[in-house]
Nanobody, 127 residues
Framework: VQLQASGGGSVQAGGSLRLSCAAS????????VGWFRQAPGKEREFVVA????????YYADSVKGRFTISRDNAKKTVFLQMIGLKPEDTAVYYC?????????????????????WGQGTQVTVSS
């Protein structure tokens, strides 16, 4: 299963964007899907994730209350709704799937939990 992220763009501070992570190939078999982001000159960091078994969601403190992850099983797509965007949200956003591992709560933010990565989509927030 391959993942493809889309929906990035340029917005002003306070604006909104919705990112999509679409799965192609055989049936959606991710045990969890996460979003990570990487700003210029910085390491890739965890943003949010959803676990398939119980729909549990996990958010980085920096995006709580502003970002919402959701899924559409029929469309094999995971969405990241972002509101109240800030310049510090500027980054390349990646979606990733945990297809082999069945993550527990404490590992949902780990990059090593995810074994399938999509290409990134650029989000730019201007002040």
């Amino acid at each position: 299963v391959q993942l493809q992220a889309s929906g990035g763009g340029s917005v002003q501070a306070g604006g909104s964007l919705r990112l999509s992570c679409a799965a192609s190939g055989r049936a959606f078999s991710n045990n969890a899907v996460g979003w990570f982001r990487q700003a210029p000159g910085k390491e890739r960091e965890f943003v949010v994730a959803i676990r398939w078994s119980d729909r549990s969601t996990y958010y980085a403190d920096s995006v709580k209350g502003r970002f919402t992850i959701s899924r559409d099983n029929a469309k094999k797509t995971v969405f990241l709704q972002m509101i109240g965007l800030k310049p510090e949200d500027t980054a390349v956003y990646y979606c990733a799937g945990a297809q082999i591992r069945r993550p527990i709560a404490s590992t949902m933010s780990w990059q090593s939990t995810y074994d399938a990565w999509g290409q990134g989509t650029q989000v730019t927030v201007s002040s």
